[in-house]
């Protein structure tokens, strides 16, 4: 009986540590994700001003306009 009660501590413990290994893990793809998602979002709006310049740039303005 001691041995089996040891094996299930041995055991326990074990997973203790797996679990508090895949937390950690957890947290730290959760910081790099974020970090992701807001370099996706600058680029985006980066991306999206480049595009407006350029069409911007390549718009010529109607003879009858005057500024």
Do not use: F, W
Not at 22 to 45: A, F, G, H, P
């Amino acid at each position: 009986m001691e041995d089996r009660l040891k094996k299930i501590e041995s055991q326990l413990a074990h997973m203790e540590r797996l679990y508090d290994d895949l937390n950690k893990i957890v947290i730290e793809q959760d910081k790099t994700i974020r970090s992701l998602n807001l370099l996706c979002r600058r680029l985006s709006d980066s991306l999206q001003g480049m595009e407006l310049d350029r069409v911007r740039q390549t718009t010529s303005k109607p003879p009858h306009y005057s500024a």
